[in-house]
């Protein structure tokens, strides 16, 4: 569970939406986590999936799942300057703890009014 | 509810010298765990708590130490400050019931408390 990939910028326009990509490793990931952090604060949790789904929607958030291709994506639906920050994509293997994620290394999400 | 409390937020250290880190988690959880988050590695694991004892470490060399108090309250020590010590240090708290792996274990997070060591 320590390979997890994300591109590391993404730009896009007030009110279009926004994808964010990450890949993992690890067959035996359990649960996958979308993070969210702001300049100077810590890590805000946005969203989970459970490794068994395909997709989870909550609000203007949709998560999907490719656990085939081990490809997991947070779609942001209007996107506002708001969600501008670093998003991170952090994976729990099966014999891991609670406490102990994977983390990818961010995507920096950059909203133009 | 209050969040994940991290004292101090910001303290600046010299090379050598040592620093303790706080963190109080939410009320009612008893995990804790220590993350390091830097710009050249990202965010990596230091250890996890549970019921004041250590049940998971990281691969951080053993100048990096920690406790959990009776109250779920947790510490983290660096001795002899190094350099590359520098960055922000993440604490996050779970409610974990007990059963430990397995579960979804959704980890709050503090805001982290930022060490400069020159």
């Known amino acids: 569970g320590e390979d997890v990939e994300q591109s590391l910028f993404l730009s896009v326009r007030e009110g279009d939406s926004s994808v964010i990509n990450c890949t993992y490793t690890?067959?035996?990931?359990?649960?996958l986590y979308w993070y969210k952090q702001e300049p100077g604060a810590g890590l805000q949790l946005l969203t989970y999936?459970?490794?068994?789904?395909d997709m989870k929607q909550d609000q203007r958030l949709t998560v999907l799942l490719n656990k085939k291709d081990k490809h997991l994506s947070l779609r942001i639906a209007d996107t506002q300057t708001g969600d501008s920050a670093i998003y991170f994509c952090?994976?729990?293997?099966?014999?891991?703890?609670?406490?102990?994620?994977?983390f990818g290394r961010g995507t920096q999400l950059t909203v133009w009014p | 509810k209050a969040g994940v409390t991290q004292t101090p937020r910001y303290l600046i250290k010299t090379r050598g010298q040592q620093v303790t880190l706080s963190c109080s988690p939410i009320?009612?959880?008893?995990?804790v765990s220590w993350y390091q988050q830097t710009p050249g590695q990202g965010l990596q694991f230091l250890f996890e708590?549970?019921?004041?004892?250590?049940?998971n470490k990281g691969n951080f060399p053993g100048r990096f130490s920690g406790r959990q108090f009776s109250n779920s309250r947790s510490e983290m020590n660096v001795s002899t400050l190094e350099l590359g010590d520098s960055a922000l240090y993440l604490c996050?708290?779970?409610?974990?019931?007990?059963?430990?792996?397995?579960?979804?274990?959704?980890?709050?997070f503090g805001e982290g408390s930022r060490l400069t060591v020159l």
């Open positions: 996050a708290s779970s409610l974990d019931l007990g059963v430990g792996r397995g579960a979804a274990g959704e980890l709050f």
């Open positions: 690890d067959s035996s990931s359990t649960y």
């Open positions: 999936i459970f490794s068994n789904m």
């Open positions: 952090a994976e729990r293997d099966r014999g891991s703890t609670l406490g102990r994620l994977y």
């Open positions: 009320s009612g959880h008893r995990s």
């Open positions: 708590y549970f019921s004041e004892t250590q049940r």
